[in-house]
Every structure is written in C-alpha cells, then in structure tokens.
C-alpha cells in the first residue's frame, strides 16, 4: 500500500473542490478518485467539496483524512442553461455551480477548513465549472493559494457544434465557446499552480490560453479491478459511458451508418449501449439494447469483446477507453478517443476516423480473430503499466514539492 509521503513534513490541509463524487462509476468520478487518493497522502486533512445533484453513495469510502461536503445543485436542461447564463459573462457550463448560494455554502467550508488548519490550508479545484467561484475566493481569502487540475480543455470539445445546420444554434455555440475559451483563460491565470491530465493539453492549454503549465497528473483507473472480465462474445459490440449531448452524435452515426452493413454481414451480431441515456438507443428488432445506468461494469464488459468509442471531439484522456483496454476488450476509437493514452494503432488499439473505415475494422476483427486477440492483450498490459497507482504516485510527489515551494 502506498504511504502517506510527508517529505519536508508540510503539515498543510487542503480544501478539494469538484463536480464529481469520488467513484468508479463514470470517467470524471474515477480521475476525482485517482487523484483525492494522492491529496490525501500529502494532506493532513482534506474537505473534500462535491458541487453535485445527489449525495454521495454510501458504498463510496474515501481516505481516512478526508470529510466529505455535499454542496446540492440542480442540473438542468441545457436550453435552460443557456438562457440563465445569457446575461452573464460566465459559460452555460457553470449555471449549475455558480450562484450566491453555492458559494455561501462553499465559503462556510472553507472558513471552518482554514480554522482548523491553523491558516496551513491549499485550495485544489479538480475540473473546470468551479473555477467559477476562484475570482470570489481569491479576493476573501487572498493567503489561501489554489491548484487548477485541469481534466480536458473544455472549449475544445464543443467546437464541433459549431457547425450545426441551424443558423440560431451556430451562434449560440460559438457564443457560448469563446465564453468557455475566456472563462478556461480565466482560470488558468488566477490559479497559482495549474495541472493538466495529459501531456497534449498541456501543450494546447499553451497554445490557448498562453499559460505555462506546471505539470502533468494523469489518472489511475485501478486495471486489477478488470482481471475478472471474461473475454465476451466476438460480435457483440460494447459501449459503456455517458450519451450527453456531446457523445450521443458519434453513437447516432454509428448506428446511422455502420451498425446496417455490420448487420448485414453477421446478423447475430449484437450492439450492447450501457451508460445514462443510451436508453434513447434502445432498438431491440435491430439487435441494439440501450440499457442506461450499468451498476456492475465488470458484467457488462464480459458480454462483448470488441468496444467502441466514437467520440469526436475534446481533449483530456477518455476514462472508457482505458477501462476497455483494461478488461482485455478490442478498442476501436476514432483518434479522439485514444488521446493521452499513448500506444499505437493497429498495436495496441484500432483506431478509425469514418463510419466506413470504422464498420471495415470491425469487420475486420470479425474475420481475423487471432490478430484481434493480441492487439487487444497489447493494449490491456499498456494500461496495466502506465494507468496504476504507482505511476500516479511516481508524478504526484514530484508534482507537490515542486507546487509547494510555489504555495507556501
């Protein structure tokens, strides 16, 4: 087990502020996870700040030193969003999270963690929506210093709406994105120390927001917890994450264009769709089950062999992706959906940009399983070696010592 590392004995506390409770059940709850796992073994003692609809599960434990805070907020309807923020200078993003009674409640927090820090307290926000509370808690507590971890660089994962046939939506997407490229440029200069959680947002949060970055904290999913996963059906298709309005076009299109010919070809061929609001998917006749919500992941992986994951757009690192990799699965991801991960196509994973070329690898697969069988073994021992807590760790303590000379 991995040890509190207490070099130079910094006794500091710290108040961790995220949209997501630690968990293992979506991609943004696992990086919250990975990382608190390492603030913890630094930290005296975290107030750990959830900005999220529900409480927080009761089979969630988090470290020993951490204290859970649940801040409620009301996720709503994205016309909603964009009609509330229409009149701030703030994105659509942060409707949920910004408001004067969010950052009461937050403000209690950290006056009560900074009381019993004796004044030895960092601030750390994981995730881009509370940022919009940094300006406010740089002005009422300006000796308090905040990390900025950066999950992806936001702006870049709407661009592709952008282009939406309707001449109202243009607009407003490309309203609402040189919003979201401001509000990250925002951030990125308020926060005293920023962290990406890839090598290739780092360079674009350069490239953006003309911010140096000053390091890299990656995630651990944890691949021991997919050594169960049975190796599934070799035509039954897997998808397993969220359909928000960002993901469900690359799923839509899958089912548009490739899904008849894969058809076509095997028609035993099954696409399982696990996940919020892949429901919406549900064309059983077609061979298509939605499922929604999956409670038991390694279940639902050990039913296929080949994932997919169409994602188009955005940066950071796609959780999905790794899990599949990890559970032994065959990935085939467009380019997008194999960022950060490092490897290569055709090697460790198969990558394929358009519905044909997509549909042709799967088929692919199909047709040469033995090559389909050790691409999919090369990339579950890439995750293996490179996405564990020892890794983690390896880059957290550098990180930290190197944030502390800067914050204390």
């Known amino acids: 087990m991995l040890q509190r590392m207490r070099e130079n004995d910094p006794d500091y506390s710290a108040v961790v502020m995220s949209i997501a409770w630690p968990g293992e059940h979506s991609g943004g709850s696992i990086a919250v996870k990975a990382a608190l796992a390492q603030y913890s073994r630094f930290f005296r003692r975290i107030d750990f700040v959830g900005l999220v609809d529900r409480p927080m599960s009761q089979h969630e434990a988090g470290p020993a030193n951490v204290v859970f805070h649940h801040v409620p907020i009301v996720r709503e309807a994205l016309w909603l969003r964009f009609l509330k923020s229409a009149h701030s200078s703030s994105p659509a993003i942060t409707a949920s999270v910004g408001g004067c009674r969010v950052f009461n409640r937050v403000h209690e927090v950290v006056d009560e963690a900074l009381a019993s820090a004796d004044g030895r307290l960092v601030g750390i926000i994981d995730s881009i929506p509370p940022c919009v509370h940094l300006p406010a808690l740089k002005r009422c507590y300006p000796e308090i210093k905040w990390i900025y971890h950066s999950h992806d660089v936001l702006f870049q994962a709407f661009l592709p709406f952008a282009a939406a046939r309707s001449l109202v939506a243009r607009m407003a997407w490309r309203w609402e994105i040189h919003r979201i490229h401001r509000f990250e440029r925002m951030a990125a200069d308020l926060a005293d120390v920023y962290w990406t959680i890839t090598e290739e947002d780092a360079i674009e949060s350069r490239r953006a927001f003309g911010r140096q970055v000053d390091g890299v904290l990656g995630v651990d999913i944890r691949p021991s917890r997919f050594d169960s996963v049975k190796p599934g059906n070799l035509h039954t298709i897997l998808y397993l994450g969220s ?30 769709l696990g996940g919020l609001g892949t429901e919406a998917f549900n064309r059983p006749d077609e061979g298509v089950l939605g499922l929604g919500f999956v409670e038991d992941a390694i279940a639902f992986l050990g039913q ?58 799967i088929l692919d697969a199909w047709e040469n399983p033995e090559t389909a069988c050790r691409v999919a073994a090369n990339g579950k021992k890439l995750v293996q070696e490179n996405f564990n807590a020892e890794v983690l760790a390896t880059a957290f303590d550098t990180l930290i010592n190197e944030a502390m000379k800067k914050l204390v």
């Open 304 to 361: 296929g062999f080949i994932f997919f994951n169409p994602q188009q757009a955005g940066t950071g690192i796609k959780i999905k992706s790794l899990n599949a990799m990890a559970a032994g699965k065959l990935l085939i991801s467009s380019a997008n959906g194999v960022l950060g991960i490092g490897g290569r196509d055709k090697v460790h994973y198969r990558v394929a940009e358009t519905a044909e070329a997509l549909s042709g690898v």
């Open 243 to 272: 359909a928000d309005y960002r993901k469900a076009h690359g799923i839509r299109t899958f089912l548009e264009t490739s899904w008849p010919r894969l058809r076509k070809a095997y028609p035993q061929a099954r696409l399982l």
